[in-house]
């Protein structure tokens, strides 16, 4: 076993199995959050880069093995994770954990023949979480192409809060108005969380002034989100139509979704075999075989004219290359997948518009489980969002007992600075808070912060 600890942590003990793009970023992340991690991989190689660079235990061998299991400490664990590139084996290291230790298990599963069962292997498998990638990434560029207008759009309290990110433009009605004056000017109620400004971001007080060009993040009930943004004379039509570049797993979803909504679709895909698969699955969308990156074949097909545009092929620099063709050419809502993380930074100098991260959506869904299993103080963690490359958290958690947080005016909460409490969801009610309203026992609150690793709601006060 490769690694040594440097401390004791206090935290979870975790085991995750697979060592890709989602593996790293989740030892990344539970490392900075000081769990107590042991990776498990068939690569020696992968294994001894990443014991390399964090503090934690390696081993290498078959994550569904029962010895390799027993020898990374299973008995002992909290977690396993299991994110190989097999679903299967995901599933059976799971299955395996569960039999010898009393441990919760996460696998990620990505087939769609599985994914229509998901309910049904969680519960029989005892598992925790089933979480797919590609269709969470679905998901989420669906809710753009819903509200063309936003760069991202994150989802809450059931559906019933969204948080919407969108760039002020040119001549808009918020350029040079301070937060408190829009409260006064505009009749629906939402409130900006964050707020970014060349390259810095801060959670603002009523006394920020707002500028064109500045990328904000507001939430608002989800019922009114089209009327406040109509308010501000910014678009709010869902798009009529989009074209898709690559006809994988993500594509599928996708178009799954996107008919479903009315939205007429048309994938383009290389590989013919893949193409007559697709026709069957999606008989109502317009599947093309062909090369995706020929600027000929874009136009012959109607990249001029196109409402939406999703470059989804499996290479990054494919999809970026296409998102700055397409800007060129059309005024077409363009949402680009982007599997690395690692140059984030540059991506967005490029000002792509919408970026998806299919391995960030994975990460933080588990890295909100491995939170709320850790907190011991009954306020879980329901959900959890990363926003501006990760420089800012939205948390939103459940308030099972009473605490120091809960039963008071906000305003005589003495909060950390750069804390913001976003909303109350009292029975399925969002309330946009003011200082005279209280944290109940029963609501959801979410949080929006630039602090990291906050696990329980209490975390939010001095």
């Known amino acids: 076993m490769l690694g ?76 396993l994770i299991a994110v190989t590139g097999s679903d299967e084996l995901n599933l059976l290291c799971c299955t395996v954990a569960k039999q010898v230790a009393d441990c919760a298990a996460i696998a990620r599963v990505r087939n769609p023949d ?23 990434a679905a998901r989420e560029i669906a809710r753009i192409l819903y509200l063309p207008t936003a760069l991202e759009v994150n989802s809450f309290a059931h559906g019933q809060a969204e948080l ?22 505009i009749p629906i109620k939402v409130l900006i969380c964050a707020l970014e400004r060349e390259g810095q971001v801060q959670i603002p007080s009523g006394d920020s002034v707002l500028r064109a060009g500045d990328v904000i993040s507001f939430v608002a ?10 308010n501000i004379a910014v678009k709010t039509h869902q798009v009529k139509n989009t074209m898709i570049i690559g006809g994988g797993k993500a594509a599928y979803y996708l178009a799954s979704q996107l008919l479903h909504m009315g939205i007429s679709v048309k994938i383009i895909e290389q590989n013919k075999a893949r193409c007559e698969e697709l026709s069957l699955l999606l008989p109502k969308a317009i599947i093309i075989n062909g090369d995706g990156t020929d600027g000929e074949l874009l136009k012959e097909e109607g990249i001029e004219y196109t409402e939406s545009f999703v470059p989804l092929t499996g290479i990054d ?29 540059v991506i967005s100098s ?47 958690f459940r308030v099972d007992s009473p605490s120091d947080v809960t039963d008071l005016p906000l305003k005589d909460l003495t909060l950390k600075e750069q804390v ?41 006060l001095k």
């Open 221 to 230: 009930p989800r019922s009114k989100i089209r009327g406040f943004l109509s």
């Open 317 to 345: 620099e494919e999809n970026i290359m296409l998102t700055l063709h397409a800007r060129q050419v059309s005024d077409a809502k363009i949402i680009t997948k982007v599997n690395r993380t690692t140059f984030r930074n």
């Open 350 to 396: 490029l000002d792509l518009g919408s970026v998806i991260y299919p391995r960030q959506i994975t990460s933080e869904a588990i890295i909100a489980y491995v939170r709320a299993k850790n907190d011991s103080k009954n306020n879980n963690i329901e959900t959890l969002y990363h926003l501006f490359n990760a420089q800012v958290e939205a948390i939103e």
């Open 114 to 136: 599985y994914s229509k069962e998901v309910g049904y292997l969680r519960q029989k498998l005892g598992l925790a979480m089933i979480i797919n990638p590609e269709l969470e």
């Open 4 to 79: 040594t600890k440097k401390t004791t942590k206090q935290g979870l003990k975790i085991i995750i199995v697979g060592c890709g793009k989602v593996g790293s970023t989740l030892v990344e992340q539970l490392c900075r959050e000081g769990h107590d991690i042991t990776i498990i991989d068939t690569n020696s190689n992968r294994i001894q880069e990443i014991t390399n660079l964090y503090d934690v235990m390696g081993l290498t061998g078959n994550g569904a093995s029962y010895s390799v299991q027993v020898e990374a400490g299973i008995k002992a664990t909290d977690l």
């Open 420 to 460: 913001l409490i976003a909303f109350i969801n009292r029975n399925g009610s969002i309330i946009i808070p003011s200082g005279q309203d209280s944290i109940l026992v029963g609501d959801t609150v979410m949080v929006v912060t630039t602090h990291t690793g906050f696990d329980d709601l209490q975390d939010i």
């Open 164 to 185: 919407i990110q969108f760039k002020i433009p040119e001549g808009n009605a918020l350029d040079g108005m301070t937060i408190a004056r829009l409260d006064q000017n």
